[in-house]
């Protein structure tokens, strides 16, 4: 849930609210908190997310870890962090569980509560929704934290939404590594490619390469040959396999703890002709 500026007014939470936060899905969707709002207790960050169309904000690296993990998985069809909820109905159950419903510091001004990401999931054609706040471990023990959780979680629970806890002690940390470095391999903020087209064409190539290959070099060292061969710049085969990973198009293991000295044996490609799309960045 997020912290909340140091000075908040009622009149800025109207202004937040004339101006969409909080509100719209995909690309559209603003977030009731961004990171130049509030000091974090961890790294903030701010990276753009093919999932959802949009640079999202993160206010913590255990929201930055919990999104990695939630972004990749293919039930996941929609994320929208920093989700606010209903004021009014926040106190009236603050009120009913007898427990202090949060203000803003400094004020007499009652919190705008936020759950960390209300999560879209697609499985076996059926939608659902779910809502999700994480935490460092040592916030399970810090009574507050807990009142506060139980308030969301009443929250939720009147709305048939599944509340889910989430510590990040309990992150598959180094799937998540690999993903981050996976994901690395993705268009930087301003960065453009040598021509327009030309990572998905290199795309292409190694695809079709894979696809039909016996060899079970590491890979890295394929990579480097592919670098040779297409004449590329050092580094870029290896941000290509990362693309085609990204995309599903090269399936890894994501326990290895490391993937670019993996054989290519340990990979599998699913290489088809329309299974590829430009990969950018904001």
Not at 58 to 64: H, K
Request: glycine share 8%; net charge negative; charged share 30%.
């Amino acid at each position: 849930m997020g912290r909340g500026p140091k000075k908040m007014t009622e009149a800025l939470i109207k202004e937040w609210q004339i101006e969409g936060r909080g509100r719209g899905e995909g690309a559209d969707y603003k977030p009731w908190l961004e990171i130049f709002d509030l000091s974090s207790l961890g790294r903030v960050s701010r990276p753009f997310s093919p999932k959802c169309g949009r640079s999202v904000h993160l206010l913590s690296d255990v929201e930055a870890n919990t999104f990695s993990a939630l972004e990749w998985s293919q039930r996941v069809t929609g994320i929208r962090e920093e989700f606010p909820l209903d004021r009014e109905l926040t106190l009236e159950i603050a009120a009913d569980l007898g427990i202090a419903h949060p203000y803003y510091p400094g004020t007499k001004v009652p919190t705008v509560m936020t759950v960390d990401f209300l999560v879209d999931f697609h499985d076996n054609d059926q939608k659902r929704l779910e809502a999700w706040d994480c935490k460092r471990t040592e916030d399970s023990e810090d009574p507050r934290q807990i009142e506060k959780l139980q308030i969301a979680r009443t929250y939720f629970g009147g709305m048939d939404i599944p509340h889910r806890l989430v510590f990040h002690s309990e992150l598959p940390m180094q799937k998540i590594r690999n993903i981050e470095w996976i994901r690395g391999g993705m268009l930087k903020t301003g960065e453009d490619e040598q021509y327009a087209g030309a990572l998905r064409e290199q795309s292409l190539i190694m695809s079709h390469d894979l696809a039909g290959s016996t060899r079970n070099q590491p890979l890295q060292e394929y990579c480097r040959d592919f670098e040779i061969r297409q004449g590329l710049n050092p580094g870029e085969g290896l941000r290509v396999a990362k693309l085609l990973m990204y995309e599903r198009v090269l399936i890894c293991d994501l326990n290895n703890p490391d993937l670019a000295s993996a054989p290519l044996a340990s990979f599998r490609c699913t290489f088809k002709a329309d299974s590829l799309r430009a990969m950018g960045g904001r």
